[in-house]
């Protein structure tokens, strides 16, 4: 007996290999003689980021930097810091074969803890994660179609998204930035810090076309006695990131994350210090899909003969939505009376992200934290930390399994000082994510039909009496008895494929 069986791939991004690793942090440093003394630390920041990663066969190398600042209250009462890069390697070994695999590597600093030794030596203490994940586009082989006249198939379709695959690109940026008018000149840079975000990705001409924007927010002390200056600057990027195999029906989920960042005051020949220079280093990852609906067999069965059917269960995942949006959140707080002169400097970090899917909407819950810089009612600069909840919406209207990582980005960040004790804070967030509509479903990948062994009959006579329940499929009816669907359909007049009604019905017996 000759059977014709047709078989296609499906394809689906599995991770094979995810650890985490903690970075020690211990530093200890001395201040140069041109910094005042410490009098008080007011706050000690690190900021962890991944500059390189590579694998070699089963071997991940990653590489990076923590930049520590200690932001400081020095013996003439003035904000000062002091910046100090703490470079770092890590090694994993992964025990599994990588070819073909693309690598993710993340880093966050969970704690830090600094103190002075002296009025000029430091010691700080702390630990980075670092997260690394390998992930392959794998196959699997299912049964299409199969033509026997004998053989009884469930055909249907999944809806599915194709994994193209992933890639990366680091963009590197040199700026120059000029004070704006009336700014005094710089006699040190205090703190500063940024974050990138996307604005618009898309394929044309079968590369993805990735537009985003960094944010650079300094705070720096002038020269003489005059109080702390900030700097807002926006800078603007694009590139161009090539993978094989990209139409424009594809669609691409784009991330950015700063691997580098440094910004240094530039002394003119003139002994004036109204620049400063930017350098940094951006890594652009694209993750392109395809969509397209998978025609499949979900299930099937011989009339006549014995058979053996396996399945495998594949997850399948389509490209729901993409979303762009900010929001913002705003919170007041209480100090202790009398506590604020004036506000210094605030910026703000994101620290928690949760996501859930209900009642037909995307939730992602966070918390910000708002560091405040200012100087109490007698003019001795203080600092705060405080918290702020957030939480972002987005409908979602459709029913079923999702799943998203979005990528939150502050984008600003302002307050009201609204008396010596009381301040609102209000900060606009960025939410980038691409959502993505999951399904699992158990699909035939072998028909294996034993000619020499013919179905044993269950029933005597030529017709079966079922008596069938409303909500109950024609399909599962037939498959218990081993019958053919159509004649059953046929023979009991029914167009539909789940009964609508209580029913019986005649079932033919082969």
């Known amino acids: 007996m000759e059977?014709?069986?047709?078989?296609?791939?499906?394809?689906?991004?599995?991770?094979i290999f995810s650890e985490t690793a903690e970075q020690p942090i211990d530093i200890d440093f001395t201040l140069p003689d041109y910094y005042a003394d410490i009098s008080k630390i007011l706050k000690c920041r690190a900021v962890s980021r991944i500059s390189s990663k590579s694998i070699n066969g089963n071997h991940i190398s990653v590489e990076g930097c923590v930049t520590a600042t200690v932001i400081y209250c020095g013996s003439d009462n003035r904000v000062s810091s002091y910046e100090y890069q703490y470079p770092f390697?890590?090694?994993?070994?992964?025990?599994?074969?990588?070819?073909?695999?693309?690598?993710?590597?993340?880093?966050?600093?969970?704690?830090?803890?600094c103190r002075a030794v002296t009025g000029r030596k430091i010691d700080i203490h702390g630990a980075a994660e670092i997260y690394v994940t390998l992930t392959?586009?794998?196959?699997?082989?299912?049964?299409?179609?199969?033509?026997?006249?004998?053989?009884?198939?469930?055909?249907?379709?999944?809806?599915?998204?194709?994994?193209?695959?992933?890639?990366?690109?680091?963009?590197?940026?040199?700026?120059?930035?000029?004070?704006?008018?009336?700014?005094?000149?710089?006699?040190?840079?205090?703190?500063?810090?940024?974050d990138a975000h996307i604005t618009d990705s898309k394929i044309m001409a079968g590369k993805s076309v990735v537009k985003g924007e960094m944010s650079i927010r300094l705070l720096y002390a002038p020269e003489g006695s005059g109080i702390p200056q900030s700097v807002r600057y926006q800078l603007p990027f694009s590139q161009l990131i090539e993978l094989e195999g990209l139409t424009d029906g594809c669609d691409c989920e784009s991330k950015v994350?700063?691997?580098?960042?440094?910004?240094?005051?530039?002394?003119?020949?003139?002994g004036e210090c109204r620049q400063l220079i930017l350098t940094a280093k951006l890594l652009i990852t694209s993750e392109c899909c395809c969509n397209n609906d998978v025609a499949v067999i979900l299930d099937a069965y011989s009339r006549k003969y014995e058979a053996d059917i396996n399945k495998n269960e594949v997850c399948f995942n389509k490209v729901y939505e993409n979303i762009n949006h900010?929001?913002?959140?705003?919170?007041?707080?209480e100090l202790p009376e009398g506590s604020l002169l004036a506000v210094t400097d605030m910026w703000c970090e994101i620290n928690t992200n949760n996501v859930k899917f209900d009642d037909n909407m995307l939730r992602i819950y966070g918390?910000?934290?708002a560091f405040i810089i200012a100087?109490?009612?007698?003019?001795?600069?203080?600092?705060?930390?405080?918290?702020i909840e957030y939480e972002f919406c987005h409908p979602i209207n459709a029913e079923g399994d999702f799943k998203c990582s979005p990528q939150i980005t502050v984008i600003g960040a302002n307050y009201t000082l609204l008396n010596d004790c009381r301040l609102e804070i209000r900060i606009e967030l960025n939410v980038c994510a691409t959502i993505y509509k999951c399904s699992e479903v158990k699909l035939i990948t072998e028909i294996n039909i034993d000619g020499t062994k013919p179905m044993e009959k269950r029933e005597r006579g030529a017709m079966t009496v079922y008596f069938a329940q409303c909500g109950e499929k024609i399909w599962n009816i037939a498959r218990n008895y081993f019958a053919n669907v159509d004649e059953i359909k046929q023979i009991n007049e029914i167009d539909e494929d789940v009964l609508s009604h209580d029913k019986m019905i005649l079932i033919p017996n082969n």
């Open 367 to 369: 918390k910000a934290t």
């Open 3 to 15: 059977q014709k069986i047709l078989k296609t791939n499906v394809f689906s991004l599995n991770t």
């Open 326 to 333: 900010n929001f913002s959140c705003k919170k007041d707080f």
């Open 375 to 387: 100087d109490d009612c007698d003019e001795i600069p203080t600092f705060y930390e405080k918290e």
């Open 257 to 270: 994350s700063i691997a580098h960042l440094e910004i240094k005051p530039r002394v003119l020949a003139s």
């Open 136 to 194: 392959r586009r794998q196959h699997t082989d299912i049964v299409s179609d199969y033509d026997d006249c004998n053989i009884e198939i469930l055909r249907g379709s999944v809806p599915a998204t194709i994994p193209m695959g992933c890639a990366e690109k680091y963009l590197f940026i040199e700026e120059e930035i000029e004070l704006g008018t009336g700014q005094p000149d710089i006699r040190c840079i205090i703190r500063y810090d940024g």
């Open 89 to 113: 390697s890590k090694s994993f070994e992964t025990g599994v074969n990588t070819e073909g695999c693309s690598l993710c590597a993340k880093t966050k600093c969970e704690y830090i803890n």
